[in-house]
């Protein structure tokens, strides 16, 4: 066994004591505050004061951060698995409901900076780079997904043919209704509101609103009024 397969099973090992020592603790027995000081001996960084409910599931922990007054509820699940690379950031003040799954795979940056909030059961996936700006809401059940499989080749499956990755931009101030998906190399600008069950599959300007499958831009907020733009 070489050293980094034994660095990793041993990380895993002391994730696993750990979680089981304090992951299900309830509240009534100061479980949060006892994750908030016990977690720090597996996590990349976890500031202080954090709440995590009991329930949530970590893996790689030595790639995952923290911020101050980060919210995480039950049955959340944070995936750092893929790569000694990888890195899962949350930012201050971050709130996370319950049953989100954020997962990176290979060579990944996930970052989710401050303020913003995760609705329940939102899935966020890399493997391409994943940046969610400051203030933002994602509502419930939307989909961030920085990845495509290939399908060129029709003989061969197309679970063999691996994945192309560009990245997802999500910048400050967006919000995403019920139901969102986005899908790889897309960039929502500053500002810009996009529509329940919308699949933003291009680029949003800042400040736009965005309906439909896929996307179409109907509206700007930069005006005082909402203004149809010509198509």
Same mark, same amino acid.
């Given at each position: @066994?070489?050293?980094?397969?034994?660095?990793?099973?041993?990380?895993?090992?002391?994730?696993?004591?750990?979680?089981?020592?304090?992951?299900?603790?309830?509240?009534?027995?100061?479980?949060?505050?006892?994750?908030?000081?016990?977690?720090?001996?597996?996590?990349?960084?976890?500031?202080?004061?954090?709440?995590?409910?009991n329930?949530?599931?970590?893996?790689?922990?030595?790639?995952i951060?923290?911020?101050?007054?980060?919210?995480?509820?039950?049955?959340?699940?944070?995936?750092?698995?893929?790569?000694?690379? !990888?890195?899962?950031?949350?930012?201050?003040?971050?709130?996370?409901?319950? !049953?989100?799954?954020i997962?990176?795979?290979?060579?990944?940056?996930?970052?989710?900076?401050?303020e913003?909030?995760?609705?329940?059961?939102?899935?966020?996936?890399?493997?391409?780079?994943?940046?969610?700006?400051?203030?933002c @809401?994602?509502?419930?059940?939307?989909?961030?997904?920085?990845?495509?499989? !290939?399908?060129?080749d029709?003989?061969?499956? @197309?679970?063999?043919?691996?994945?192309?990755?560009?990245?997802?931009?999500?910048?400050?101030?967006?919000?995403?209704?019920?139901?969102?998906?986005?899908?790889?190399?897309?960039?929502?600008?500053?500002?810009?509101?996009?529509?329940?069950?919308?699949?933003?599959? %291009?680029?949003?300007?800042?400040?736009?609103?965005?309906v439909?499958?896929?996307?179409?831009?109907? %509206?700007?907020?930069?005006?005082?009024?909402?203004?149809?733009?010509?198509?």
């Open positions: @066994m070489n050293i980094q397969k034994y660095l990793e099973k041993w990380q895993r090992l002391q994730e696993v004591l750990v979680t089981t020592l304090v992951g299900d603790l309830p509240a009534l027995a100061l479980g949060p505050k006892l994750r908030n000081l016990i977690y720090r001996s597996i996590f990349a960084k976890i500031n202080s004061p954090v709440y995590i409910q329930g949530v599931e970590f893996f790689s922990t030595n790639c951060e923290i911020g101050k007054g980060v919210f995480i509820l039950k049955g959340v699940r944070i995936d750092g698995r893929g790569h000694q690379n !990888n890195k899962i950031c949350l930012g201050n003040g971050v709130a996370i409901e319950r !049953n989100v799954d997962g990176s795979l290979n060579n990944t940056c996930i970052h989710i900076d401050e913003t909030f995760i609705a329940p059961d939102v899935c966020i996936a890399g493997p391409g780079d994943i940046k969610i700006g400051k203030n @809401m994602i509502a419930a059940h939307s989909g961030i997904y920085a990845n495509n499989h !290939n399908f060129a029709p003989t061969i499956p @197309m679970s063999k043919q691996g994945v192309s990755r560009k990245g997802i931009v999500i910048e400050d101030d967006c919000w995403l209704g019920h139901g969102v998906t986005v899908l790889d190399g897309v960039t929502i600008g500053k500002g810009s509101v996009i529509g329940a069950g919308a699949v933003v599959n %291009k680029d949003i300007p800042p400040f736009s609103v965005a439909g499958i896929p996307a179409r831009v109907i %509206k700007s907020r930069l005006s005082q009024e909402l203004v149809t733009l010509s198509d």
